[in-house]
């Protein structure tokens, strides 16, 4: 079936906004052709400096006949919604036709050819594509990220044709603007595109340009006995400068090592989008670096190496003052300055929020860890951790905060814990991002982001939807994150609000759900009012591992049928309250005596938080459940017999209640 093969060609675009933007044309083109009923068999995007290509594969030549019976109204309905049906339907008022009692019209849309289609399509997409900013410029009045220069599409071998405010489609495109033949070139498919870019110095897929700059980057380190210092997003950034990425080496003065490792690479990632080499038996970096070009250079990229080397040499120069000016000043003698720091209008300044923070790092010290060391660290690092805000290196570089606290208080020779407790904590900033595990470190990291938290809850700036400006679900898994793994046990409660308790509860689901457990467990323990993560976490796994097993399995059903019956009986009236009478034998007897073993096995179980045992104990009560429910009739005729039963479902509720409202599994 018919290829379309769709270029957009302008200036350079910007590599930030290029993933995006290769989603946005498969997702807009997918929409608008399954619109008009035509359904690819495969769509694929891609995104570089220059280009938005799109390529639909097995696309009809021809829409399809289309027929659709739209309902008018009802006969006997005013003329005007009469008159108003006819209209929209494009139809006369004989072709109406009558069915219990409502006007229909049957319509026929025929056909039209893909190429007509597509020409409306690429329109659309051009003038609505949702670029963050984009711009007019020259004659054309056509809005786009950069100047558009010129629209390829091409469907079944031929040129659609078309025309969009001066730019007229074609099936001419353009290699590599330094290394390409210098001439644009016809295509009439994908296959003659992508050989003609390749021989023209363009790798098209973004992927490909990765993995182009990583094997060239590590071959060249490899080839010095060095190692690349791998980095994702610059990664994910030069990919999108290059169409021909090539590697280079460069050297820098070695003297510029002295300089904290963090400063040398964040200067080259952030000013010069560099990748640092480091030696791979020590992990320490070494004075060289690896820029990634746009040409394959004569002279091996021996000048294109040399300038970066001079323009890194003063970029490192400016972040040695830095460094040097900012060690002439304790950062005990810079909390003064972060009174003309506002950290938030309606939340004070950054030294206000050091003393927030202070003051409950002294109040999760003893949660953490219990002694007066850690409380006094905790609070002495908490009122340091924000004074490197108003350094020259973090004004310089702002993702290095905390880092340099960090390594300003080392200079300054403060305890050990002290300076790990100022370097970390801000983490865990990610997902993957290391935890902060010492006890010192793990209270200022809690304390910093449960202020975050706190704070802007209490203002009622909450996140809605896709909308978190203050990345408040980004600290709410920090603070999960650092509970779980240090084992602390914060009675949650005491700190928090009850909308931002339930903010946890749904940031634990989510961290859940990605480890692939059962998140409505979360609100099956939650339910009970219990406010201590670590136990929480705890009863989930033994929960999950126990409904997975056969016994848990019918005592949940065997528990939902005993609820169903409680809830049907309320309705009519109270429940009767009290012990259920002892009866001498019989299903129902063995279903009282199984509760009450179950309940003090259980208790001892819950009070050394043995959840394992706890589940255990439980499965106790699967066989009697099922023989009660197999013989006995809960409604008996005899009320003392319906209401003794009704008790004992009520003492099966109560006990299974105590680990978790079952009531809130939904498996």
Same mark, same amino acid.
């Given at each position: 079936?018919?290829?379309?093969?769709?270029?957009?060609?302008?200036?350079?675009?910007?590599?930030?906004?290029?993933?995006?933007?290769?989603?946005?044309?498969?997702?807009?083109?997918?929409?608008?052709?399954? /619109?008009?009923?035509?359904?690819?068999? =495969?769509?694929?995007?891609?995104?570089?400096?220059?280009?938005?290509?799109?390529?639909?594969?097995?696309?009809? =030549?021809?829409?399809?006949?289309?027929h659709e019976e739209r309902k008018g109204p009802r006969v006997g309905s005013p003329e005007q919604a009469i008159e108003g049906f006819l209209r929209s339907a494009g139809i006369a008022r004989e072709q109406m036709i009558e069915k219990d009692g409502v006007y229909f019209a049957h319509l026929h849309r025929p056909g039209r050819p893909t190429p007509q289609i597509v020409a409306e399509m690429v329109e659309a997409i051009i003038r609505n594509f949702p670029w963050p900013?984009?711009?007019?410029?020259?004659?054309?009045?056509?809005?786009?990220?950069?100047?558009?220069?010129?629209?390829?599409?091409?469907? !079944?071998?031929?040129?659609?044709?078309?025309?969009?405010?001066?730019?007229?489609?074609?099936d001419l495109t353009a290699g590599h603007r330094f290394m390409g033949s210098g001439q644009a070139f016809h295509v009439r498919n994908? !296959?003659?595109?992508?050989?003609?870019?390749?021989?023209?110095?363009?790798?098209?897929?973004?992927?490909?340009?990765?993995?182009?700059?990583?094997?060239?980057?590590?071959?060249?380190?490899? #080839?010095?006995?060095?190692?690349?210092?791998?980095?994702?997003?610059?990664?994910?950034?030069? /990919?999108?400068?290059?169409?021909?990425?090539?590697?280079?080496?460069g050297d820098m003065d070695p003297e510029f090592l002295d300089l904290p490792p963090e400063v040398i690479r964040t200067s080259m990632r952030v000013h010069q989008r560099f990748f640092a080499v480091r030696d791979p038996r020590s992990g320490f970096l070494v004075p060289h670096f690896i820029?990634?070009?746009?040409?394959?250079?004569? !002279?091996?990229?021996?000048?294109?190496?040399?300038?970066?080397?001079?323009?890194?040499?003063?970029?490192?120069?400016?972040?040695?003052?830095?460094?040097?000016?900012?060690?002439?000043?304790?950062?005990?003698?810079?909390?003064?300055?972060?009174?003309?720091?506002?950290?938030?209008?309606?939340?004070?300044?950054?030294?206000?929020?050091?003393?927030?923070?202070?003051?409950? #790092?002294?109040?999760? #010290?003893?949660?953490?860890?219990?002694?007066?060391?850690?409380?006094?660290?905790?609070?002495?690092?908490?009122?340091?951790?924000?004074?490197?805000?108003v350094t020259g290196m973090v004004g310089e570089f702002p993702e290095l905060q905390g880092v340099m606290g960090g390594y300003y208080a080392e200079k300054e020779g403060l305890e050990p814990e002290l300076i790990d407790a100022i370097r970390w904590h801000y983490r865990p900033q990610g997902p993957n991002d290391e935890v902060p595990l010492q006890a010192v470190a793990a209270t200022v990291a809690l304390a910093d982001k449960l202020d975050t938290l706190i704070s802007f809850f209490a203002i009622g700036e909450k996140?809605?939807?896709?909308?978190?400006?203050? =990345?408040?679900?980004? =600290?709410?898994?920090?603070?999960?994150?650092?509970?779980?793994?240090?084992?602390?046990?914060?009675?949650?409660?005491?700190?928090?609000?009850?909308?931002?308790?339930?903010?946890? /509860?749904d940031r634990l689901k989510v961290l859940l759900r990605e480890q692939g457990q059962r998140h409505d467990l979360v609100d099956a323990v939650f339910a009970l009012g219990d406010d201590d993560l670590v136990r929480i976490v705890s009863k989930v796994n033994a929960l999950e591992g126990f409904l997975g097993s056969e016994d848990g399995k019918n005592l949940l059903a065997g528990y939902k049928r005993a609820v169903n019956i409680l809830k049907a009986e309320e309705k009519k009236g109270p429940l009767p309250s009290g012990e259920p009478v002892d009866t001498a034998s019989g299903e129902e007897g063995a279903l009282a005596n199984a509760v009450g073993h179950m309940g003090v096995e259980l208790g001892k179980a819950l009070a050394k938080e043995d959840y394992a045992a706890a589940m255990r104990s439980l499965a106790e009560l699967r066989e009697p459940v099922d023989a009660f429910f197999d013989k006995v009739l809960v409604n008996s005729e005899i009320a003392s017999e319906r209401d003794n039963r009704l008790r004992l479902l009520l003492k099966v509720r109560d006990a299974m209640g105590r680990v978790a409202d079952f009531g809130q599994v939904t498996g």
């Open positions: 079936m018919p290829q379309l093969l769709l270029e957009l060609f302008s200036e350079e675009i910007p590599a930030r906004m290029q993933a995006q933007a290769a989603r946005d044309l498969e997702r807009m083109a997918r929409e608008k052709l399954a /619109a008009e009923g035509l359904l690819p068999e =495969a769509l694929t995007a891609f995104a570089g400096p220059r280009r938005l290509t799109l390529v639909a594969e097995g696309l009809a =030549a021809a829409q399809a006949d289309r900013k984009s711009m007019v410029s020259g004659a054309s009045k056509l809005r786009w990220v950069r100047p558009l220069q010129r629209i390829l599409c091409v469907f !079944d071998g031929q040129v659609v044709p078309f025309g969009i405010d001066g730019f007229v489609s074609g994908f !296959d003659d595109y992508a050989d003609g870019l390749a021989k023209n110095f363009v790798v098209l897929d973004v992927e490909e340009r990765k993995e182009r700059i990583l094997d060239a980057a590590r071959t060249l380190c490899f #080839a010095r006995n060095f190692e690349l210092v791998e980095d994702e997003g610059l990664l994910d950034e030069v /990919a999108g400068l290059a169409e021909w990425p090539t590697p280079v080496m820029t990634v070009a746009n040409i394959e250079a004569t !002279d091996g990229g021996k000048l294109i190496a040399s300038g970066n080397a001079r323009v890194l040499s003063a970029r490192l120069s400016d972040a040695r003052f830095f460094w040097n000016e900012d060690r002439k000043l304790r950062l005990e003698d810079r909390l003064e300055k972060l009174k003309g720091v506002t950290f938030h209008a309606r939340l004070g300044t950054m030294y206000q929020r050091v003393e927030r923070i202070t003051a409950l #790092a002294g109040e999760l #010290a003893p949660y953490v860890r219990a002694d007066a060391a850690t409380k006094s660290l905790a609070m002495q690092a908490a009122r340091l951790c924000k004074a490197d805000l996140p809605t939807g896709s909308r978190d400006p203050f =990345a408040l679900r980004r =600290a709410a898994l920090g603070v999960i994150r650092i509970i779980l793994q240090t084992r602390t046990r914060l009675p949650l409660k005491a700190f928090v609000s009850e909308d931002l308790l339930a903010f946890f /509860a």
